[in-house]
């Protein structure tokens, strides 16, 4: 039988891959990279890019192609079977690529390469993959060569345990509720509970930790004890504060050891701390460049913050009779003091958005801004109801993606944007492989035979993996390497993304992509402008927030200790920068996927980082649309000339240069802070 997970002449088989195509399908793969491997590092081969490139980057972009395919299976369509194909093939992979990255042979060859004969592409690339060879122990020798790929293969095991584990611990909570304590809970998620606890044959409404269940629980039941069980059961996920049946799903000892091998990582590598290590291929300089960043961000902050804390107490206690609200009050609070204060609900809102009319419209968008044209396409597809589209422009392909909305069990939480190849100039074939890209969220599902409803905080989820997308869609580069996101910053990778986010608050934008449920009519301009006169409600709790998350993060990867609790040093960062106190069993750093298993150690402040880029970047289009009063207002707004701009210098360069470069080919300049204060209103 044709095993699917070797078949490249097109798109993966989704539809066609099963747990036992794994291990034989990483067996031929991995002989034949081992094969590549070795051909290129014999004496004879000559040090070409080209050479190497024909060779080993084709077996290995085979490898990968085909492992990420089981991997994005793993985390969009778990079942026991694949977690156990997976898990028996990831020790080998890691293996793989971690010897790959440190082989001294290989190296020297890189370093042979006459970087004179290289292309401007190549030359970045040259000079990334020679970096990126002393981060993975190239010039280790002996035991401290053998102890770093210990480490990196016991890092993969750990982090894949972390990730089933905090899935594991969501999917597993259930709370089945009666019809006493849904008061205030929208109709359509009530509806969708209903059904699921039909489904188990059971009585009630069965409400869980998936984002399109618990949060509107939050923010709209009026039982605060239904909303303290499902706080607790929230924040306190796959730890040792979870309840005693859900024991099994504790990160305590993975986080310990994660930070105690990243640890050892740094040392060995020459570095005092992994923070270090992380962002020798970021735009900041240092550790403690970021640290001054969000502390100086958090002074800025703090005195809104603190004056939107101030209001919930005073709205609680003066319309709610609520003098000590806790912390799974909030939410509600919030909720209730928005429609006093602005006059609307997000339950409102988001019976004018509609998924198929917001893709219609954010394709319409994109279409106008980047000159492309987007159309349906076909494709093998792992689930019912995931799309496939081609975007092209001239009539020419330019790259392709999967688009995966609903939440579901077996599906990790949360939002991404990942390839499935990149675009590359074939040095085996001579052709141009397109990009493909996958989108995935977690959004609720249509009931009653209506259309999902989307939240406005989900339309802007749409955009911001999206522009991921386009990021890796749109590039122009030809050098897989360096081709769309490949290559970019870490703290650079989400200006695309976050830039994007700004067109959900235009109003030639939104009127195009509104449509009410019931109605059909669009989003009326009344409620639009109540929308925009809260957009910036409780900015200063949401920066602070962000950066408790992102300042963790760093001190986590720097100065704390790894035998110690890393409680202590969440609560002293707490006890620094939040403005609302959490209860002591709050464990959210045991389901922080972004730094234990996502690739955002010692990263997590790139979100607030690149926002300042992002903001920067979209204020040109506002000064564009400012200076063009003859243009239409779709043209004002979605301003081509300046989309062009942009589509040039930041989305098609991809990392072929820095992200510095990139940034000032668009704008002239450095990036300033002064966008991002003003476009959350504390400027």
């Known amino acids: 039988m044709t095993n699917p997970l070797l078949d490249f002449s097109d798109l993966p088989l989704f539809d066609q891959i099963l747990p036992e195509h794994v291990g034989p399908a990483m067996d031929d793969l991995l002989a034949k990279a081992e094969t590549a491997l070795a051909t290129v590092t014999a004496g004879e081969f000559p040090a070409t890019w080209s050479g190497i490139a024909r060779v080993l980057d084709v077996a290995t972009e085979n490898l990968g192609r085909a492992w990420g395919a089981v991997s994005h299976l793993n985390s969009v369509a778990d079942t026991p079977e694949l977690r156990a194909a997976y898990n028996a093939a990831l020790p080998r992979l890691t293996e793989f690529w971690t010897r790959l990255g440190a082989d001294e042979r290989l190296y020297a060859k890189y370093k042979a390469i006459d970087v004179g004969s290289l292309n401007?592409?190549?030359?970045?690339?040259?000079?990334?993959?020679?970096?990126?060879?002393?981060?993975?122990?190239?010039?280790l020798s002996g035991p401290a060569k053998e102890r770093f790929a210990q480490i990196q293969e016991r890092q993969a095991e750990l982090s894949q345990k972390f990730s089933e584990n905090s899935l594991d611990a969501t999917d597993a909570f259930a709370y089945y509720a009666i019809d006493d304590e849904v008061a205030g809970i929208p109709k359509d998620v009530l509806q969708a509970a209903r059904a699921q606890a039909e489904v188990e044959g059971k009585a009630g409404y069965r409400l869980s930790l998936k984002m399109p269940s618990y949060l509107p629980v939050m923010q709209f039941a009026e039982s605060s004890a239904l909303r303290e069980i499902l706080y607790k059961a929230y924040t306190t996920r796959a730890s040792d504060q979870a309840p005693?049946?859900?024991?099994?799903?504790?990160?305590s000892a993975v986080i310990r050891e994660i930070l105690a091998l990243r640890q050892e990582e740094s040392r060995l590598l020459g570095y005092q701390n992994f923070g270090e290590v992380s962002v020798v291929a970021k735009m900041a300089k240092s550790p403690d460049e970021v640290v001054a960043f969000l502390r100086d961000l958090a002074r800025r902050a703090r005195p809104y913050a603190e004056k939107d804390v101030a209001d919930l107490r005073s709205f609680a206690a003066e319309k709610l009779n609520q003098t000590d609200p806790q912390p799974w009050d909030y939410a509600f609070i919030s909720e209730k003091l928005k429609e006093a204060r602005y006059s609307f609900s997000e339950q409102e809102v988001k019976q004018y958005f509609t998924a198929p009319k917001?893709?219609?419209?954010?394709?319409?968008?994109?279409?106008?801004?980047?000159?492309?044209?987007?159309?349906?396409?076909?494709?093998?597809?792992?689930?019912?109801?995931?799309?496939?589209?081609?975007?092209?422009?001239?009539?020419?392909?330019?790259?392709?993606?999967?688009l995966d909305q609903p939440a579901r069990t077996g599906k990790r939480g949360g939002a991404w944007m990942d390839d499935v190849r990149a675009r590359w100039l074939r040095p085996d074939t001579g052709r141009l492989q397109t990009p493909i890209a996958h989108l995935v969220c977690n959004f609720a599902e249509g009931s009653g035979g209506k259309p999902a409803l989307l939240t406005h905080d989900n339309v802007t989820t749409l955009f911001h993996e999206f522009g991921h997308g386009l990021h890796h869609l749109l590039s122009q580069v030809n050098e897989h390497d360096v081709s769309g996101i490949s290559g970019v910053e870490w703290d650079a990778v989400e200006l695309p993304s976050q830039f994007m986010e700004n067109f959900c608050w235009e109003w030639e934008v939104l009127s195009q992509m509104t449509a009410h449920v019931e109605t059909g009519e669009p989003l009326p301009r009344a409620l639009f402008e109540k929308m925009l006169a809260a957009k910036n409600f409780q900015s200063g709790m949401q920066t602070l927030r962000q950066v408790?998350?992102?300042?963790?993060?760093?001190?986590?990867?720097?100065?704390?200790?790894?035998?110690?609790?890393?409680?202590?040093?969440?609560?002293?960062?707490?006890?620094?920068?939040?403005?609302?106190?959490?209860?002591?069993?709050?464990?959210?750093?045991?389901?922080?996927?972004h730094i234990f298993s996502g690739g955002y150690a010692a990263g997590y402040y790139s979100y607030k980082w690149a926002e300042v880029l992002s903001a920067d970047a979209y204020a040109a289009f506002e000064e564009a649309a400012a200076n063009d009063a003859s243009a239409s207002a779709v043209k004002s707004t979605v301003h081509v000339a300046a989309g062009r701009k942009y589509r040039q210098a930041i989305l098609e360069a991809g990392g072929s240069r820095p992200a510095m470069e990139s940034f000032k080919a668009f704008r002239g300049r450095e990036p300033s802070l002064d966008a991002l204060l003003r476009h959350q209103g504390m400027a």
Do not use: C
């Open 120 to 139: 401007t592409e190549q030359t970045q690339a040259h000079k990334n993959a020679v970096r990126n060879f002393v981060l993975s122990g190239a010039e």
């Open 244 to 251: 005693a049946q859900f024991s099994q799903f504790d990160n």
């Open 548 to 593: 408790e998350f992102s300042l963790f993060d760093m001190l986590l990867h720097t100065s704390h200790n790894p035998q110690q609790d890393l409680m202590d040093l969440l609560n002293e960062v707490r006890r620094e920068v939040a403005v609302i106190s959490s209860p002591a069993y709050s464990r959210t750093a045991h389901t922080f996927s």
């Open 358 to 402: 917001v893709l219609a419209g954010l394709f319409r968008i994109v279409e106008t801004l980047f000159e492309v044209q987007i159309r349906e396409d076909s494709a093998p597809v792992w689930k019912p109801g995931v799309a496939f589209y081609r975007i092209e422009r001239d009539g020419q392909l330019v790259g392709q993606f999967y």
